[in-house]
């Protein structure tokens, strides 16, 4: 947007000096560096290329935009869309938008060539203009914020097979909203496709999660038993070596990432005692 040309990331720990005799030199190799001493290696956040980054962004050296695809890909070679009965119009699939839309592009395209027809289509419509200030007191601030947020375009949905494709799923309050309001408009049978492993834990480097006990994955003890809960045909997620195999696969770089709240596996080690958030809150 400030027409500027990209040169490279500002590294892990390093302080780039630019001031205004070597800013005047113009030339970027005369900025000074200065590299603060690491005592953990470098784990780059992996949600980044999952949800956070936008699709035009290039992040740890690489377009996200390819990156989510690959994403998108390897979810259709591990949980491609469901088969359909005899005389069933083919699936179409959906992306939550608009987080959703790069790796669902990679989701639909991988499905068609592997032998499992699909329409990729734009059949939730998100609302970029309504805001909270619509929702009344007394009613479901959940509910109305989703159904404020997102709309569904009947004409696509009526009589057909919905995958709708989402990067994760938090709490699963939006999922199970959506999931009704995509039945409401007449989709036959609904499946739900996550480009990323199940969350069940919170983020402590700086990323705003709720607490684990509302998260959907921690209240379950399997796949199938959060399917029943979100009320959908069929469930499926991407599997942790599915993510990073398609991150490595688009971004040569092979770098160090941070997987911690999938996995749990936190790259630097955290306090998560109550005396230790207190003061670090007060800290603050
Ligand atoms: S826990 Fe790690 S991967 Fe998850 S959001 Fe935080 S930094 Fe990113």
Redo the contacts with the bound molecule.
């Keep these: 947007m400030i027409d500027a040309d990209y040169v490279r990331d500002i590294e892990p720990g390093e302080v780039l000096i630019i001031d205004r005799e070597n800013a005047a030199r113009g030339a970027h190799e005369n900025f000074e560096s200065v590299q603060m001493r690491q005592r953990y290696g470098v784990n780059q ?3 980044e290329y999952v949800y956070f980054a936008r699709p035009d962004s290039k992040v740890f050296g690489e377009m996200v935009d390819k990156v989510r695809r690959e994403v998108g890909r390897q979810l259709a070679r591990e949980s491609p869309v469901p088969d359909v009965a005899e005389g069933e119009k083919e699936p179409i699939v959906i992306p939550v938008p608009d987080s959703a839309n790069t790796a669902t592009l990679g989701y639909a395209n991988e499905n068609n060539k592997r032998g499992h027809p699909c329409h990729f289509e734009l059949g939730l419509i998100r609302n970029h203009y309504v805001g909270r200030t619509f929702i009344s007191p007394g009613q479901d601030q959940r509910e109305m914020k989703v159904r404020c947020k997102f709309n569904t375009v009947e004409g696509l949905l009526r009589g057909r097979p919905v995958v709708v494709v989402d990067d994760s799923i938090v709490r699963g309050t939006t999922a199970g909203y959506l999931v009704d309001m995509l039945r409401d408009s007449g989709a036959t049978s609904v499946h739900f496709r996550v480009t990323s492993p199940p969350v069940t834990g919170p ?1 402590y ?1 700086g ?1 705003d999660f709720p607490d684990p006990d509302e998260l959907l994955a921690n209240q379950f003890d399997s796949v199938e038993e959060m399917r029943d809960y979100l009320g959908v045909d069929s469930l499926a997620y991407l599997s942790d070596e599915g993510l990073r195999e398609a991150v490595d696969t688009a971004n040569h770089e092979q770098l160090g990432y ?4 999938f996995t749990g596996d936190y790259p630097v080690p955290v306090d998560t005692s109550d005396a230790q958030q207190k003061e670090a809150f007060e800290w603050r």
């Design positions: 956040c992996i949600f983020c480097y990323m941070c997987t911690a709240c």
